[in-house]
């Protein structure tokens, strides 16, 4: 199984590619809505990416609350 | 549909509905792909009324007051009308709000019930005021088998199969507390009567009725006003069907609309702009042939439709996009925040009618809709049946504060008369936006005489609510407005949140010329003209003399010295940086502005806002705002 940091750089490879910014800016405390210049809606688009990559089932709701990669890795970790 | 003139309140109209279609479908829940629940309308009241009976069983009775705290589902529903069928009144918070949000409305609104699904739940047992929860019922939804639940009992279990005794209410009973802001400050909870939703529902009804066999897709919350009533009341009383995601991306979104063949749907600007994103992306996609065919299609459309909508039509000569919409859509809905022009006619000339609305919770939802008759992209709307739209103190160009009346307008804001009294001037609702009636008694909006901005996903932010964020900050005093309240602008886009500081008397800055370079900017700044405001801060320096620089004013007797740098020590930059980012992103404040005077403020030293923004705005300018 992935550790967390495995998992946040999994996360940050995928938002990186998807959102086509380079891979060396972005770092897990980043808040992904302004560094990436995306609103909520886009944000989920994120969260399908991560699903398809992580082959998991994501509720919208584990989104809430959540703007930095390194809380969204912690999410998807515990249900690795 | 009901002929709602004869009920006296929503409990009453809503059992009518389940008797008079009982094998209609009313509810599809959906997951994904996958379908949680499909209820006829029996099947919602056999749902419903057990838990209606476990309700009265634990004492909730007439003017009880009851929380749903949840996403779009079936048990939103199921429970509401459990609620009205015991005279109770509803209060739904808002789902996105955080726990501790959620327990300080809880508190404000004395709620004795409070309904919500496990995930939130969970959440606001977390938080650290969860003490002060005084609710003396909670049911949860969804728990998993063996879950704590923390003293609340499961929703699933709570029902008795006896009748449960239907309490009737007139037509000024409160049905329901909407809290349209006071999430960090004064809470403005709106006390909406039974007669305010049975009368909206009638005036949208007379333009877009719904039947059997309309199928209305929810996706805005149904704890906002908007979807409360286009997603729950409108259709029920009319015997149509409501289709609820569970998920609001817009990949499911697209699946849905085919699936379900969707009749209407209201969106959010933000959303709308997401479809019209799609759809011109994959326009641009086709072969060059296929290309200029569809454009000469919609020109072919858009000369057919200048009248009025002819879906029919359309549907003939864009069939392909119309499939992709599920074939069956009659128009999607647009509110909550301002929507483009250019993106309403876009949809409007592919044969998808766009209602372009306009309202606010105070005023029972939809003060004016557009009603295609004919098709306008630049207003809101005409003002519905019923409702009165008056433009107070109009200038030279006719533009002034909108105010309403009607059977629609809210009863009071809960525990504030004082607010009441300021809100609602002789019967008169006082929006604090600013608009004109043009000559076809059409609205259009053009900015705002309120400090508070609206984002593209509909959400209201008020200043106050979010300076709680701030408190503690190492400067003298601080103060959160709307660039648009303290630099009048004639806009409902790209509305931002300013901070404004004053530092302590011993600055906080090392004294380095005013061309300091900003902290580095991130890679994408809240927009565009933010960057080149923060960078035109940098470039220009800005000194004493400087022609767009008024006098300083005066306080006090006195006449203070502004701050000349405009720009605080990295150490608090950083603070604010790192505050801002703990609230929600649609909350955050765009940039900071140094105001060096001490804020005019009332005898019991509250912050007198409308004289330090006029202080602000006769001395300083968009430009001195220093970007985060």
């Not at chain 2, 149509?240 to 699946?255: G, S």
């Not at chain 2, 603070?575 to 019991?604: H, M, Q």
Request: aromatic share 8%; charged share 25%.
């Amino acid at each position: 199984m992935n550790t967390l940091e495995q998992t946040t750089d999994e996360i940050l490879n995928l938002a990186a590619t998807h959102f086509k910014v380079p891979r060396e800016q972005l770092s897990p405390g980043d808040d992904f809505f302004k560094k990436l210049g995306i609103n909520s809606l886009q944000a989920l688009d994120l969260l399908t990416r991560i699903e398809q990559h992580f082959r998991i089932e994501l509720p919208d709701y584990e989104l809430q609350g959540v703007t930095d990669f390194r809380t969204l890795a912690e999410r998807i970790q515990s249900r690795l | 549909m009901l002929d709602l003139r004869r009920y006296n309140c929503l409990g009453e109209a809503l059992r009518a509905a389940l008797d008079r279609w009982p094998s209609e479908i009313c509810l599809i829940e959906a997951d994904r792909d996958r379908e949680n629940a499909r209820l006829t309308y029996q099947q919602f009241k056999q749902a419903a009324l057990p838990l209606a009976r476990s309700l009265q069983n634990a004492g909730f009775n007439r003017d009880s007051r009851a929380a749903i705290i949840m996403t779009n589902q079936s048990k939103w529903l199921i429970s509401a009308y459990a609620i009205f069928y015991t005279g109770g009144v509803l209060v739904p918070l808002d789902y996105k709000l955080s726990a501790a949000e959620q327990l300080q409305l809880l508190a404000h609104s004395k709620a004795e019930v409070l309904i919500a699904e496990y995930h939130l739940w969970r959440a606001i047992v977390q938080a650290e005021n969860f003490k002060s929860l005084g609710t003396h019922l909670v049911l949860v939804t969804e728990a998993p088998a063996g879950a704590d639940l923390a003293g609340a009992k499961r929703w699933e279990n709570f029902h008795d199969s006896r009748l449960p005794i239907f309490v009737p209410r007139t037509r000024r009973d409160p049905a329901c507390i909407v809290y349209s802001s006071g999430t960090g400050g004064r809470p403005k909870g709106c006390v909406l009567t039974h007669d305010n939703y049975l009368e909206q529902c009638r005036a949208l009804t007379a333009i877009f009725p719904f039947s059997p066999g309309t199928r209305y897709l929810s996706i805005l919350p149904t704890n906002h006003a908007i979807d409360f009533m286009v997603g729950f009341i409108g259709p029920f009383t009319c015997g149509a069907t409501v289709v609820h995601l569970r998920t609001l991306r817009p990949e499911y979104i697209r699946d849905a609309f085919t699936r379900y063949k969707i009749t209407y749907m209201t969106v959010v600007p933000m959303l709308l702009k997401t479809l019209e994103r799609g759809l011109r992306q994959r326009f641009d996609e086709l072969p060059g042939g296929r290309r200029r065919a569809l454009r000469a299609l919609i020109g072919i459309n858009r000369a057919f439709t200048r009248r009025r909508p002819r879906l029919k039509l359309s549907g003939r000569l864009l069939g392909q996009v119309h499939k992709g919409f599920g074939g069956e859509l009659q128009a999607l809905f647009v509110g909550g925040a301002f929507t483009e022009p250019a993106t309403l006619q876009f949809f409007y000339d592919l044969g998808i009618p766009v209602g372009n609305g306009y309202g606010c919770t105070e005023a029972g939802t939809v003060i004016t809709l557009n009603d295609f008759n004919p098709f306008r992209a630049d207003t809101v709307g005409k003002q519905l049946p019923g409702i009165e739209v008056n433009i107070l103190d109009p200038d030279e160009e006719g533009i002034g504060e909108v105010a309403v009346r009607g059977r629609t307008v809210m009863s009071h804001y809960l525990d504030d008369p004082e607010m009441t009294a300021e809100t609602i001037v002789d019967g008169w609702l006082r929006t604090g936006d600013l608009g004109r009636v043009d000559k076809h008694g059409h609205l259009q909006l053009l900015g705002r005489k309120k400090n508070m901005i609206v984002t593209e996903e509909g959400k209201n932010v008020y200043p106050e609510d979010i300076e709680a964020a701030f408190e503690g900050l190492p400067v003298k005093e601080f103060c959160v407005f709307a660039a648009n309240y303290l630099w009048p602008e004639r806009t409902m886009t790209g509305e931002q949140l300013i901070l404004v500081i004053h530092p302590e008397p011993k600055p906080q800055i090392e004294s380095t010329p005013v061309t300091t370079p900003l902290p580095t900017p991130t890679v994408a700044l809240e927009n565009n003209e933010a960057a080149a405001a923060a960078s035109d801060a940098v470039s220009e320096p800005i000194s004493s003399n400087s022609s767009d620089v008024a006098p300083a004013p005066r306080s006090d007797e006195s006449t203070p010295q502004m701050d000349e740098r405009h720009l605080l020590s990295p150490e608090i930059s950083a603070e604010i940086d790192g505050r801002n980012r703990r609230l929600l992103n649609y909350k955050r404040v765009a940039g900071y502005l140094v105001w060096d005077c001490d804020f005019p403020r009332t005898a019991s030293l509250k912050i007198k806002r409308l004289d330090l923004a006029e202080q602000i705005r006769k001395s300083r300018g968009r430009h001195h705002v220093v970007y985060l």
